[in-house]
């Protein structure tokens, strides 16, 4: 189970990344351009968009790493990007996967007592 989280929280992740890269630079051009910003909608707090643009992909990579030696400490990285996640940016068509792959692996790496280990079959 440790494996499949580690797997998850990478890949939510990696999308992850896109998100925020494009949080940020949205958040960005309203600061540059308010006139064009305005007519596309602005951001409530932009401040946080920026803090979860840039947090959340590292708690989902990082909870994801350490998923497999340390289930617990991994799990609550990947649920706390997954909330992070769907607080600054909500629950969307672009936003699914990453808030649901975090979850699911936060979820694992908890649930997992111990290493996964090989077994014989």
């Known amino acids: ?39 596309l909608g602005l951001f409530e707090n932009p401040a946080l968009i920026q ?31 997954s909330a992070c996640f769907y607080y600054a940016f909500g629950f969307n068509v672009f936003t699914f996967f990453p808030i649901g792959f975090a979850g699911l692996g936060g979820l694992l790496a908890i649930a997992a007592r111990q290493p996964d280990s090989p077994t014989s079959h």
Not at 18 to 24: A, E
Not at 52 to 73: D, E, H, K, N, Q
Request: proline content about 3%; charged content about 5%.
């Open 1 to 39: 189970m440790r494996n499949a989280a580690t797997f998850l929280g990478i890949i939510a992740g990696l999308m992850g990344i896109f998100i925020g890269f494009f949080g940020f630079a949205y958040v960005e051009f309203s600061e540059a351009q308010p006139q064009i910003a305005e007519n």
């Open 51 to 81: 803090f979860a643009s840039f947090i959340a992909p590292l708690l989902a990579i990082a909870g994801g790493a350490v998923a497999a030696s340390r289930g617990l400490w991994g799990g609550i990285a990947m649920l706390l990007a």
